[in-house]
């Protein structure tokens, strides 16, 4: 028996399970309906829990699981790059990191996962009764089926001294240094422009 702990669309769920052994994402992929022993539910619209001694629950209806214990067989483990995203699932906002080989986009990374996507450094952040709720846990399991958004999030780059763009300064009146080129014939600049000779008389 492990511990589960779980998003459902109006509740969360915590409780046991007997999954067997292997990856959480294997055994959910494996298990269409989930015995949930020693069941506490909190309701989302007012925080109420309810206790029940067993709770079956089908796979679908989950939302998210968080992973806990160990990370499975390191034999199958690959060595891959991350890219931070953003995922909506049900009433529940999630940001984390996806894992992908090098040369995949993210999205066709995850469209190819059987129905469960792990994000790792991941944090969820939902409504319950009148309270923003925000967790932060190691791994967590998203269901692809009930995503309603899913997309790669830029992360924010360090803007060095050197590297702000700064707006050009104007050159005062007469200012040493300036770039221009005066026009033949005009004067130089903080020199008064000589009045203009007068007409010659006509014969």
């Known amino acids: 028996m492990i511990d589960i702990d779980a998003y459902a669309a109006d509740c969360r769920v915590h409780g046991q399970v007997e999954f067997g052994e292997g990856r959480v994402s294997d055994r959910l992929n494996r298990t269409p309906e989930l015995l949930i022993r020693d069941a506490r539910l ?9 206790a029940m001694p067993e709770l079956a629950i089908a796979r679908d209806e ?14 199958r483990r690959l060595h891959t790059q991350t890219t931070r995203v953003e995922v909506e699932v ?18 066709g990374w ?6 469960w996507v792990p994000l790792t450094e991941a ?4 409504r319950c009764g009148a309270d923003d709720v ?11 089926h009930l995503m ?20 050009p300064t104007t050159a005062a009146r007469g200012a040493i240094g300036s770039m221009e080129t005066p ?15 007068p007409p010659k008389p006509t014969a």
């Open 90 to 107: 049900g009433p529940y906002r999630v940001e984390g990191r996806v894992h992908g080989t090098s040369t995949s986009k993210p999205l």
């Open 134 to 144: 925000s967790e932060e846990m190691a791994t967590l399991l998203v269901n692809r």
């Open 148 to 167: 309603r958004s899913f997309r790669a999030v830029e992360e924010a780059g360090l803007d060095l001294p050197w590297e702000v763009p700064r707006a």
């Open 42 to 50: 909190e309701g989302l619209s007012d925080g109420r829990v309810v």
């Open 123 to 126: 944090r969820v952040t939902y």
């Open 110 to 115: 995850v469209l190819r996962q059987a129905a």
């Open 183 to 197: 026009r033949e014939g005009a004067p130089a600049r903080g020199e008064e422009a000589e009045p203009p000779a």
């Open 62 to 75: 989950l939302c998210a699981v968080v992973v806990s214990g160990t990370r499975g067989d390191a034999a």
